[in-house]
């Protein structure tokens, strides 16, 4: 924000103006400073970002403590639209539990689906930051969330009230959060999806059966490779070599790759308990694993994972990540509007156009068409890459240099 000075050439009176509204409302703030620092939260440059493109547009940035102080402010309005995004999100799942199950003015607490999922900021177990969400089997949204941390900075500029979440330890995460937010409202398939009879859910049972058994006997080596392939799926475009060479005529099946015989029998008990009928029919709906990978990526969009982000700054990845989970990112018109910057005509145009793009590239990457262009792109490259192999030799073999 910069002052500018009018000055009349002839009574040499100045008029000052300001570059910049003053928000009085919400901490006192000039309007620049709060759309630049919620920019770098939702690109996920950061305070370095912003000091970057400051320098580069030759404008003087605002320091760090200021830079924290619009964080806080900017926190306080994404968690208050992210919980009102969540109350809302209950409601539409009571609302369709009760559909679905023929009692409409029931008072009760109901039982309802969900997936648990954590993500860390860093892979292995060191993070100092995890983030867990608990979604919605039936209508795919978030009802709650939760972020836990092991650092605070208040702590290492030796100030008190600590922000840290002592008991939290990574191999016990997926245990804490559930007994202490949920506990036995978590249950195994409380509910039926409609559109599937008891004929087609047996059946999508009996196939990842067969399947989980193919991988067994595919893996492990035998002298009838018939016998070894016969649960592989035909055809050219089979993850089988095997049957591959079975449909095209070629010979790029490699017996070597398997596991020797005798480690058929220390898997089997394995595969067995991987394929028994009521862990699969657990799996049947599906519909769990992309909403999940969904919403991590979205969360580390914002907060990328080569640097090193504060527990605040990823509380507003999280939030923001869940309101453009639900409403995509026209939800953003809503938070800046509690955060007294309102979004103007060329704000709601670029979140609508972003939210098209979206839909249509999802329509795409979901249709049959586009699902049979990947698989077949997938399979020639994988032929490519074994035919320079097998022209060139092993270029490249650990320890061999």
């Not at 000052?16 to 400073?33: A, E, R, W």
């Not at 404008?59 to 969540?86: F, G, H, N």
């Not at 109901?110 to 900021?121: I, L, Q």
């Given at each position: 924000m910069a002052d500018l000075s009018v000055?009349?050439?002839?009574?040499?009176?100045?008029?000052?103006?300001?570059?910049?509204?003053?928000?009085?409302?919400?901490?006192?703030?000039?309007?620049?400073?709060?759309?630049?620092?919620?920019?770098?939260?939702?690109?996920?440059?950061?305070?370095?970002?912003?000091?970057?493109?400051?320098?580069?547009?030759?404008?003087?940035?605002?320091?760090?403590?200021?830079?924290?102080?619009?964080?806080?402010?900017?926190?306080?309005?994404?968690?208050?639209?992210?919980?009102?995004?969540?109350?809302?999100?209950?409601?539409?799942?009571?609302?369709?539990?009760?559909?679905?199950?023929?009692?409409?003015?029931?008072?009760?607490?109901?039982?309802?689906?969900?997936?648990?999922?954590?993500?860390?900021?860093?892979?292995?177990?060191?993070?100092?930051?995890?983030?867990?969400?608990?979604?919605?089997?039936?209508?795919?949204?978030?009802?709650?969330?939760?972020?836990l941390s092991k650092e605070c900075r208040k702590c290492t500029m030796k100030r008190s009230q600590c922000q840290t979440d002592e008991e939290f330890k990574h191999g016990r995460l997926s245990i804490l959060l559930p007994m202490s937010y949920y506990g036995l409202a978590i249950r195994q398939n409380t509910l039926t999806k409609a559109n599937l009879t008891e004929r087609e859910v047996d059946v999508v049972v009996y196939t990842m059966k067969k399947n989980i058994i193919a991988i067994l006997h595919h893996s492990v080596q035998s002298q009838d490779a018939a016998k070894q392939h016969r649960f592989c799926p035909v055809g050219e475009d089979s993850w089988c070599k095997w049957q591959q060479d079975c449909a095209t005529g070629t010979n790029t099946y490699e017996a070597g790759d398997c596991l020797p015989e005798v480690f058929f029998e220390l898997l089997k008990p394995t595969f067995i308990t991987l394929s028994e009928t009521k862990l699969l029919q657990r799996c049947v709906r599906g519909a769990t694993q992309n909403r999940n990978e969904c919403i991590n990526g979205l969360v580390w969009a914002r907060c990328p994972k080569h640097k090193h982000h504060g527990a605040k700054v990823i509380r507003c990845a999280v939030a923001s990540t869940v309101c453009h989970f639900h409403s995509g990112a026209a939800s953003r018109a809503r938070i800046m509007q509690r955060l007294v910057i309102p979004a103007g005509e060329y704000t709601q145009k670029a979140s609508e156009e972003k939210d098209k793009r979206r839909l249509r590239k999802s329509d795409l990457q979901t249709s049959a068409k586009e699902k049979k262009r990947r698989q077949g792109e997938q399979m020639r490259r994988t032929r490519r890459e074994d035919a320079l192999r097998e022209a060139d030799g092993d270029t490249y073999e650990p320890g061999g240099f």
């Open positions: 000055e009349c050439s002839s009574c040499l009176e100045a008029t000052p103006l300001k570059t910049s509204d003053t928000i009085t409302k919400k901490g006192q703030s000039f309007d620049v400073n709060r759309r630049a620092v919620y920019h770098s939260l939702e690109t996920g440059g950061g305070y370095e970002g912003l000091v970057t493109f400051c320098s580069i547009m030759n404008m003087p940035c605002l320091s760090l403590p200021a830079y924290y102080r619009q964080v806080d402010t900017i926190l306080e309005a994404l968690e208050a639209e992210a919980k009102d995004e969540m109350t809302q999100a209950g409601i539409r799942v009571r609302e369709y539990i009760l559909k679905e199950s023929g009692d409409e003015v029931n008072d009760d607490v109901v039982d309802a689906a969900v997936s648990f999922d954590g993500t860390w900021a860093k892979r292995g177990f060191t993070s100092l930051t995890g983030v867990v969400f608990v979604i919605s089997v039936d209508t795919g949204e978030v009802l709650d969330y939760h972020v």
